[in-house]
């Protein structure tokens, strides 16, 4: 059964930090891009960074670059993203997106996380 199960959300003051994880399951873990989505309040889905397969590529959206780190840990089928300087802006549910692809123009298969809330707050 395929899982992604993200972690590590919670309620944070502007200017914390917070680590999420997802821990995957049930698909080969190594071969897919994995990717941070999140949704805030009333709006649609951002995407927030990606870190290829092999682990040697990260990318970031521009509103969390220099804030935000992608990473991930092929022994363990999990990827980190580490926040700080959170802004209330940051406020949304994060998900955890896992893609195959045979080339940058050809998805072969992806699937989804059940989301992470997190809450930036004073």
């Known amino acids: 059964q395929v899982q992604l199960v993200e972690s590590g959300g919670g309620l944070v003051q502007p200017g914390g930090s917070l680590r999420l994880s997802c821990a995957a399951s049930g698909f080969t873990f190594s071969t897919y891009a994995m990717t941070w989505v999140r949704q805030a309040p009333g709006k649609g889905l951002d995407w927030v960074s990606e870190?290829?397969?092999?682990?040697?590529?990260?990318y970031y959206a521009d509103s969390v670059k220099g804030r935000f780190t992608d990473s991930r840990d092929n022994a363990k089928n999990t990827i980190y993203l580490q926040m700080s300087s959170l802004k209330p802006e940051d406020t949304a549910v994060y998900y955890c997106?896992?893609?195959?692809?045979?080339?940058?123009?050809?998805?072969?298969?992806?699937?989804w996380g059940q989301g992470t809330q997190v809450t930036v707050s004073s």
């Open positions: 997106h896992a893609s195959l692809w045979r080339t940058e123009l050809d998805p072969i298969d992806d699937y």
């Open positions: 870190v290829n397969s092999g682990g040697g590529s990260s």
